[in-house]
């Protein structure tokens, strides 16, 4: 039989504590190293205190002091005095990448983590067939590299369906194929610091993956506030040598409101005063349940919005493949660049999207995925509504994931716990912000949270948010 053991989280991955021979020093040894090596636990994160892991496990301090200085010994964390114990860095020569890719972690039977599509909804035998079609039909010539350009026709066939779905003005010319709205971000990032750009705004709360990109190529994060109506535009002008701007402007990530048509306008003004540029994240403007999709900001000034799309979340991030869509003049500055460090997509990924697209089966899958994940929503909210009547959803009815307020007095953090050891898998909103959140909630991600399982991840969830209520604090005599 397995064991199960006990669950334990750092940050927000779950780990298993096994039950079984050894002490509980080395159990937790073990538990914590496999997390290392297959890379659960990132390069850099950090561990929790040796006091609330204690607590959280149940056991003496001094269990955890011992195991986290046996892994400092082997190599595999680094302790440094006044600061956390975190996992070594790649950069230091720790081999975390091979076992990441041979072991992706497992999730979580209820997962409630945001961003995730339907995977179970992959359209394994239209992408089969396309992508049989791609290689039967790809010219040899482009069997001889990757695709930062790829055929002409399959440029124009993208161009095509972005200029129909998400209203972009473009010539194929200016449309660059990236592994991935991440990776997008990164050659970007290379070529605005050439550019001799050094900060850029961020909206706060926001996704930290393209902000640490920025951040890794030089170029700080400016953290900038949203409320209901988006980034508010008018803190734009109080850093004047801030002239990029990094928004999710369809779907606001993780607050989840649209950008203004007035602030659209103002924040297209504040970039041709400053002579400056937008970077549109366009993750998941695809899923709009209530209205139409709201149209591209890059659509409304071509010149000063480059657009950042994937297959990540209307496909499967295991695609890798992206878009960029940029003005003509750094189109020009992007051929300048190294383009040897450039990963670009498979050619054969790139035809096989064309070959989606061109039959209708592309848009079929959205809209299908739209419905599904529209009635996934709309199930989610309900239940919530009779479980956990004391929260409340905010944010549009779109995207995959929904912001949660959380009745006053819950603690996020133990809440995210909590749920871990009843195999939900949940983010508390703290990982977004930038600076502090007076009263962090959740984002909840239902793309990948089966219909069946819906009331049941809610009722466990409502336990776990009964559990997590801090005790009130005592007044001071
Ligand atoms: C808001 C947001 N933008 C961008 C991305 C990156 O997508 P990609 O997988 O294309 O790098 C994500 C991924 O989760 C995201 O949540």
Redesign the pocket.
Same mark, same amino acid.
Not at 14 to 42: F, K, M, V
Not at 122 to 140: G, I, K, T
Not at 188 to 200: C, D, P, Q, W
Not at 301 to 328: C, N, Y
């Given at each position: 039989m397995v064991s199960i053991g006990l669950m334990f989280t750092v940050g927000a991955v779950s780990l298993n504590l096994p039950d079984g021979p050894g002490s509980l020093t080395r159990r937790l040894c073990a538990a914590l190293r496999e997390g290392i090596q297959t890379g659960r636990l990132a390069p850099d994160s950090a561990l929790p205190p040796s006091r609330s892991l204690a607590s959280e496990i149940g056991c003496s301090r001094w269990v955890v002091t011992e195991a986290y200085g046996q892994l400092v010994t082997e190599g595999y964390l680094i302790a440094t005095t006044g600061s956390a114990t975190r996992v070594r860095g790649t950069a230091t020569g720790f081999p975390t990448g091979a076992a990441h890719q041979l072991a992706p972690p497992p999730r979580p039977r209820f997962d409630l983590t %945001? /961003?995730v599509p339907d995977l179970a909804a992959f359209p394994r035998s239209r992408w089969a067939e396309a992508y049989r079609q791609a290689v039967l039909d790809l010219p040899n010539d482009l069997l001889a590299g990757r695709a930062l350009i790829s055929t002409s026709a399959a440029r124009t066939t993208l161009t095509d369906f972005l200029r129909r779905t998400r209203q972009v003005q473009e010539d194929p010319s200016q449309l660059s194929l =990236?592994t991935? @709205? =991440?990776? *997008?971000?990164g050659w970007l990032t290379a070529l605005l610091a050439k550019l001799g750009h050094t900060r850029i705004a961020v909206e706060d709360p @926001?996704?930290a *993956?393209?902000r640490a990109v920025a951040r890794r190529g030089g170029i700080t994060p400016v953290p900038i506030p949203v409320d209901q109506h988006g980034l508010v535009v008018g803190r734009l002008s109080e850093h004047r040598d801030v002239r990029l701007a990094l928004v =999710?402007p369809a779907h606001q990530? %993780?607050v989840g409101v649209a950008l203004s048509a007035a602030r659209r306008l103002e924040l297209i003004d504040w970039a041709r005063r400053v002579d400056g540029l937008i970077i549109e994240?366009d993750?998941?403007a695809d899923f709009r349940y209530d209205a139409r999709p709201v149209a591209s900001l890059q659509g409304l000034a071509p010149d000063r919005v480059v657009l950042? /799309? $994937?297959? $990540?979340?209307a496909l499967s %991030?295991a695609i890798e493949l992206?878009w960029l869509i940029m003005p003509q003049p750094l189109i020009m500055a992007l051929l300048g660049l190294d383009l040897d460090r450039i990963v670009s997509p498979s050619p054969i990924t790139v035809e096989a999207l064309a070959v989606m697209i061109e039959r209708g089966w592309y848009e079929r899958h959205l809209r299908a995925q739209r419905l599904r994940y529209r009635r996934r929503r709309e199930l989610f909210v309900d239940a919530l509504a009779q479980h956990l009547p004391q929260t409340q959803v905010t944010g549009l009815a779109a995207g995959l994931h929904l912001p949660l307020r959380l009745p006053p007095g819950t603690d996020a953090a133990e809440l995210v716990r909590r749920g871990a050891r009843r195999e939900l898998g949940l983010v508390s909103a703290e990982r977004y912000r930038i600076r502090p959140l007076d009263d962090p909630g959740l984002v909840l991600g239902f793309g990948n949270l089966r219909d069946s399982r819906i009331d049941e991840a809610v009722q466990r969830l409502a336990v776990a948010t009964a559990e997590s209520v801090r005790s009130p604090r005592r007044r001071p005599r």
């Amino acid at each position: 039989m397995v064991s199960i053991g006990l669950m334990f989280t750092v940050g927000a991955v779950s780990l298993n504590l096994p039950d079984g021979p050894g002490s509980l020093t080395r159990r937790l040894c073990a538990a914590l190293r496999e997390g290392i090596q297959t890379g659960r636990l990132a390069p850099d994160s950090a561990l929790p205190p040796s006091r609330s892991l204690a607590s959280e496990i149940g056991c003496s301090r001094w269990v955890v002091t011992e195991a986290y200085g046996q892994l400092v010994t082997e190599g595999y964390l680094i302790a440094t005095t006044g600061s956390a114990t975190r996992v070594r860095g790649t950069a230091t020569g720790f081999p975390t990448g091979a076992a990441h890719q041979l072991a992706p972690p497992p999730r979580p039977r209820f997962d409630l983590t %945001p /961003g995730v599509p339907d995977l179970a909804a992959f359209p394994r035998s239209r992408w089969a067939e396309a992508y049989r079609q791609a290689v039967l039909d790809l010219p040899n010539d482009l069997l001889a590299g990757r695709a930062l350009i790829s055929t002409s026709a399959a440029r124009t066939t993208l161009t095509d369906f972005l200029r129909r779905t998400r209203q972009v003005q473009e010539d194929p010319s200016q449309l660059s194929l =990236t592994t991935g @709205s =991440t990776a *997008g971000m990164g050659w970007l990032t290379a070529l605005l610091a050439k550019l001799g750009h050094t900060r850029i705004a961020v909206e706060d709360p @926001s996704w930290a *993956g393209l902000r640490a990109v920025a951040r890794r190529g030089g170029i700080t994060p400016v953290p900038i506030p949203v409320d209901q109506h988006g980034l508010v535009v008018g803190r734009l002008s109080e850093h004047r040598d801030v002239r990029l701007a990094l928004v =999710t402007p369809a779907h606001q990530f %993780p607050v989840g409101v649209a950008l203004s048509a007035a602030r659209r306008l103002e924040l297209i003004d504040w970039a041709r005063r400053v002579d400056g540029l937008i970077i549109e994240d366009d993750y998941d403007a695809d899923f709009r349940y209530d209205a139409r999709p709201v149209a591209s900001l890059q659509g409304l000034a071509p010149d000063r919005v480059v657009l950042l /799309g $994937s297959l $990540s979340k209307a496909l499967s %991030p295991a695609i890798e493949l992206g878009w960029l869509i940029m003005p003509q003049p750094l189109i020009m500055a992007l051929l300048g660049l190294d383009l040897d460090r450039i990963v670009s997509p498979s050619p054969i990924t790139v035809e096989a999207l064309a070959v989606m697209i061109e039959r209708g089966w592309y848009e079929r899958h959205l809209r299908a995925q739209r419905l599904r994940y529209r009635r996934r929503r709309e199930l989610f909210v309900d239940a919530l509504a009779q479980h956990l009547p004391q929260t409340q959803v905010t944010g549009l009815a779109a995207g995959l994931h929904l912001p949660l307020r959380l009745p006053p007095g819950t603690d996020a953090a133990e809440l995210v716990r909590r749920g871990a050891r009843r195999e939900l898998g949940l983010v508390s909103a703290e990982r977004y912000r930038i600076r502090p959140l007076d009263d962090p909630g959740l984002v909840l991600g239902f793309g990948n949270l089966r219909d069946s399982r819906i009331d049941e991840a809610v009722q466990r969830l409502a336990v776990a948010t009964a559990e997590s209520v801090r005790s009130p604090r005592r007044r001071p005599r």
